[in-house]
């Protein structure tokens, strides 16, 4: 019986059905995305072209494959979309009707790059998203790793998706949609003269210039109400220390607060995602502002080279036959002891009932994805997809140290220049 995984990669990807895909496109655009009131701008208009072209976008969102196809309507893109997603039931049927492309995030994936390839070649069209995943905090992230290097490689034109407050549809902390506005502007980023030209650093440097977007700052101005009776819930995820009193991992979330566990630091929410401290609580601006202080407090603490974090962890795998069902992203196969530190990322413990290990190198690990929500995270051991469950809401934790650690011990995966 053939796996899944070899189904995956015997597939040659083609373009899509014309017909299936603008009847699914009008479909969408005239029922599920209306509550989001979506609002293009064209500085550029894409589907001028009489050829291929790549479209690029920020990844604000699990829902940006709506704000960014509708606009196009009728062209057809292929797009490119997590190895690991398409072993889930509910997506792998329409991910092959409309020939999505998998790719394994955040590692070198020859197979990606010939089928995306193999699209331009037959007059197609991509749209990637090249963060890698969909937006932790609100804000955008840097590239990954090579995406400069494929536009140079695939010499067609490049546009630009710029997708303002999808995050706040569609949070990473609460899988439940809200209701708002969501605002894309489109316009050309580069010619085919102008990649030839470029260096990888250069292109680099302007695609994180173009996506840059930050949901919250946006929002401050635009004033935009998102419909929810649960605006906060899980926050804690993303927001797991005390400004106040510096306690991590004692943050609790109710339908509209966060409260510290440890020193009773309240702050309120409201449907413009404000925040609203009570008494003599204290806060940030915004919840990213928050997460960037996160990120600080990180870089400090390993200074110390004795640094080392630790948590227990259950382990989940692909499956080999059978498509994950129930929303599940992996299936638990064993647990044991992660830890991270200026040597690099280990494991002991066991899989299947048997003594499993493994070290990774801190270079070779510029960060982590998240499936769904901030619960969970996962990486790639030797091409083989892996997902850790902490026992405590340590996640972005994880992410953060991960990053850093990749940066200060020489890995190529850079933060954004003002940043550094």
Known sequence: METIEKKLHNKQIKKPNVFLYNFLGYFWKYTFARKYHL????IDDPRKEKGSYILISNHASRMDYIFTAIPLLPDTLNFVAGYNEFFRSHLHGIFSLMQVIPKQNFTPD???VMQMKRVLNKGG?????PEGMSSISGGSQPVAL???????MAKVPVYISNIK????VSPKFNLKERKGRVEVSIKRLFSVNDLEKLTEDEITNILNKEIHTDDYAFNKTAKIRFESDSIAKNIEQ??????KCGVEFSNVSGNDYIKCGHCGNLIKIDNYYNLMPSNDSKCFSTPKEWFDWERSSVKEEIK???FELKDEVEIGFLPKYEYLKNQKTSNIEGKGTLKINHEGIFFEGVRNNEKFSFALTLKETPTYGMCTDASRFYTFIKGEFIEFYPKRNSVIKWLLVTEELHRMHGGK???YSYNE
């Open 39 to 42: 609002k293009t701008t064209y």
């Open 110 to 112: 020859i197979y990606a």
């Open 125 to 129: 069209r991509l749209c990637l998203f």
């Open 146 to 152: 090579g995406s400069a290097k494929f536009l140079k």
């Open 165 to 168: 407050g999808a995050y706040l």
């Open 238 to 243: 993303l927001l797991y220390k005390c400004p």
């Open 304 to 306: 110390d080279p004795n």
């Open 413 to 415: 995966r850079k933060d």
